[in-house]
């Protein structure tokens, strides 16, 4: 850090050096790139060989590339590094470059580069949509040809010249413009660059600190990577407003700023010049918006919403964030489903230019929480909960029976197959992390060398042993995870143990879980109402406008526990991409919910 070595091979190269440093320490560069330049004499097929291999090499994190060929003005291109008396003893040198091949060994590969050859000067130009060779011929064009010499990384230029097609052989098909050359007739230099605090492309980009991306955002934006995360992004939204477009929906920009409304998440306030004292709260959601449209008689709106909301941060979640706002009149939880698996065809078509079947797998939230212990789950893999309440009611594992005899209670297992030879440091890990969602601790039984190691299985029959055996499918090498406790925090321990069991085992390249494999799963039936034990009352589990299953309306004066609500969540691969309800219409229900069962005066 803060240093740039060169390979001292000559007094001039010890110059260089010198300047070099001294240039860098009074600048209070942080951080510079490592140059160990070499020269070497080669014939063109050795060169060839090596540039063909420079992919290769690339993976072991060496760049390795034809860099300068030929430099007849090497003098000038450090002009403001070398002392004016350096150009005379250089002199003799030039003769040497004109039949070597100058190499950079460590040098990240540059965005804009340039070499010389035989009166020729090419520049890799940038611009949005890529990388295009262009030539400058000293003898066709000796303006440009002199502004050219004066090119470094990140120099602005306009080009104007003539496009043809390479030589055949010297095409390159890594470029999407490797097969035409610009030859230039006239250049001309808009802006100069200092030397950009970080490598500008994917690989060395990334490997830099965040905080200084973020400080020089507009570099971090000239990357691929973050260049294509633009397009991807632009691309998305033209999809989703084509496709709402197309089937009816109008696209209505509703207010930011709004009065304060109770419940939800914490709130943005913005306060008022015109009315001191008086605040505007940045909009939640444009949740009474939407419904004042409906309302109106406009039956299909959608927006690509901005959101605020003053809640910490998460992995998917900002105080800033974007959500496609839809809403629609006279419809059915069919036509949703429907709707939005649509839009996401269209979607992945579009962007990934990938086809996904629809229509998406369903599954109750009761069903998600009992086989996975998440109602999110990643579906490219196994390692399915496996319940054995039944199994050890009458067994003398106290703790397991215990819980097998309490109303509510469960005994639930996992097995995370292959993990046996996890580290204490991973068991630990694992451990804290079932504490953390309410368990005293995690009981587990590791099968190595055809034995079962763990201080509970003494208290295991054999018919016990035999259940487990058979509905884990328990081979040498695996480590059961056990849970005993209430449905609710049991399901949430092993659902957390599965996740972090996949992770080790992806980590010790185990368990494949394939990036461009896409599992959609809509998860229905989600209770209405959950119980809070310390307020003594039933909370709504989404929002108190979602309307009950049609056949479950009676449940809400005898059993509102056991209502299922009109509302769903589209989950992929272990992510809720998004949710929504039907939301109650009938007077007499809302108020039944409100009054009844939520305590809230209607």
Known sequence: DGLIVVDQHAAHERIVYERLKASLEQSGVQRQILLIPDIV????ATVERLVARGEELAKFGLV????L????????????????????ALKGGQRFFQTATFFNLGLPEALFTTFSQGGLIFLDLRDRHGITQVIVDQTAAPEAHATAAQARNEFVFMVEGEVARRPAGTENPALPTGSIEVTASSLEIHNISDTPPFPLDDVGGDKVNEDLRLTYRYLDLRRPKMRRNLEVRHRAAKSIRDYFDSEGFLEIETPTLFKSTPEGAREYLVPSRVHPGQFYALSQSPQQFKQILMVAGVEKYFQIA???RDEDLRADRQMEFTQVDVEASFVTREDIYALFEGMLKKLWKDVLGTDIPTPFQRMPFHEAMNRFGVDKPDLRFGLELVDFTETFRNSAFKVFQGAANTPGSVVRAINAKGLADLTQGELTNLETIAK??????????KVEGGEWKSPITKFFSDEEKAALRTRLDIADGDIIFFAAAPW?????????????SAALLKAKGRLNLPTDQYNFLWVIEFPLMLWD????????????????????EPLLATDPAKVRGQHYDIVLNGVELGGGSIRIHNPAVQKRVFEDILKIPA
């Not at 609710?488 to 972090?500: D, K």
């Open 41 to 44: 004499e080669m014939d063109e």
């Open 64 to 67: 390795f590339f034809k860099y």
């Open 69 to 88: 060929t030929i430099t007849p003005v090497f003098n000038e291109s450090l002009p403001d590094l070398l002392p004016e008396s350096t150009g005379a």
């Open 306 to 308: 901005r959101c605020f």
């Open 436 to 445: 953390s969602q309410g368990a005293k601790g995690l009981a587990f039984i």
């Open 488 to 500: 609710e925090q049991a399901s949430n321990v092993l659902g957390r143990i599965r996740l972090e």
């Open 533 to 552: 034990e310390e307020e003594k009352r039933y909370l709504s589990a989404h929002h108190p406008f979602t309307a009950p299953v049609k056949e479950d």
